[in-house]
């Protein structure tokens, strides 16, 4: 698990990064051809593992309910975003996954409801649910990856 946890930590410093020097308007840009953005792509990085390890055992997420609501699988971007809000994801990439390191260590992870991602994996323990979020993460980076160069032009 460590090894996992060290690879969603570069990942979400990488996002903090492009979320801290990414112009604003390059964030919410949604390309032509496109059904999302950056800012999108990065909030939902960030709710997804709290719905994936926290939801599905039956703890309380670490993320206000307002947050799962707007960036969760099936939403769209609006093309907005206050600079409180943006602020508030930056300081919760980090924080959040120090949080599940925290909570999974002190073994608060006892159940789990069984879940398939729209990517048809059935995940059945939070370890499985960590596992994905790297996957996730990294399928989200490439988007991420992929928006900046289309909106840097």
Known sequence: MEKLFDVILQNRKRLYKILEETPKEQLLEIPKGFNNNIWWNIAHTLVTPQVLAYKFSNLQMR????????????TKPDGTATKEEMMIIA?????????LVEDYEAGLFQEYTEYTTSAGVTLTSVEEAVAFTA?????????????LKIVAK
């Open 63 to 74: 993320v206000p309910d307002e947050f799962v609501v707007k960036f969760s699988k099936g």
């Open 91 to 99: 300081d919760f990439l980090i924080s959040t996954l120090e949080w």
């Open 135 to 147: 996957y996730h993460e990294g399928l989200h980076m490439g988007a991420i990856i992929a928006l």
